[in-house]
């Protein structure tokens, strides 16, 4: 089976940066996804690792070290809008979902 | 505009009383899944399609059904809905799971079930 876990809850000031970490343990790997949740709203997409190191998308990073079993999600220069639930998801050839980091930007 | 529709939205029902949400994607995907998402549990998945006629069981399969028979739709069935089915829905599609095709998803379906 799959386990995949992240922290339940992050704060930080506008402005900031906050490092959203994912451990997991699958039986198979086939990529990484970091997705993005809105209360209320489905899941948008944000990265997607499958070979070591980091990927930079503007203000979004995502790391991955496979033989660790852990990847982070880097947002910069955080911003009101970036509050949001952030979902890691593992690709063993289904897609498995941790449950999810609330991160809460404030003023 | 690509998409991925659900319906209903919303929908209050009793325990028992048999129910389907449709889900519909205008991509031509190949790949469609149904998720639940509960507080503290994250998405869950209850059944998936790798294409038409072939569905395959998720984490979470009990008490649902769900078809394949044309590749733009896959309608989740609760044949007897019971209150531990009250969830937010989620249908998504993709091109298929390898690579880095991303998922989307529809807009969630809040079902009570009393």
């Known amino acids: 089976g799959q386990n995949i876990d992240q922290p339940t809850e992050m704060t930080a000031t506008e402005g900031a940066i906050v490092q959203i970490n994912c451990t997991y343990q699958?039986?198979?790997?086939?990529?990484l996804f970091w997705y993005q949740q809105h209360a209320g709203e489905a899941p948008t997409f944000l990265s997607y690792?499958?070979?070591?190191g980091l990927e930079e998308k503007g203000r979004f990073s995502s790391f991955l070290s496979r033989s660790k079993g852990y990847s982070y999600l880097l947002l910069k220069e955080l911003q009101m809008k970036d509050s949001a639930s952030y979902l890691c998801?593992?690709?063993?050839?289904?897609?498995?979902f941790g449950a999810g980091t609330t991160v809460t930007v404030r003023a | 505009e690509a998409q991925v529709t659900q319906n209903p939205r919303y929908l209050i029902t009793v325990t028992g009383k048999k129910l389907t949400v449709t889900c519909s994607q205008n991509?031509?995907?190949?790949?469609m899944s149904w998720y639940r998402q509960d507080p503290g549990l994250g998405l869950r998945q209850i059944y998936y399609?790798?294409?038409?006629?072939?569905?395959d069981k998720g984490d979470v399969p009990e008490g649902y059904k769900v078809s394949r028979k044309e590749k733009r739709n896959f309608p989740l069935i609760l044949e007897s809905p019971s209150p531990n089915q009250t969830s937010l829905y989620f249908c998504?599609?993709?091109?298929?799971?390898?690579?880095?095709?991303?998922?989307?998803f529809g807009p969630g379906t809040r079902l009570t079930v009393l």
């Open positions: 998504a599609s993709t091109p298929t799971l390898l690579g880095g095709n991303e998922q989307f």
């Open positions: 699958t039986s198979g790997f086939n990529g």
């Open positions: 690792n499958v070979l070591d």
């Open positions: 998801a593992v690709n063993d050839y289904k897609l498995s």
């Open positions: 991509m031509n995907h190949e790949y």
């Open positions: 399609s790798m294409n038409v006629e072939v569905t």
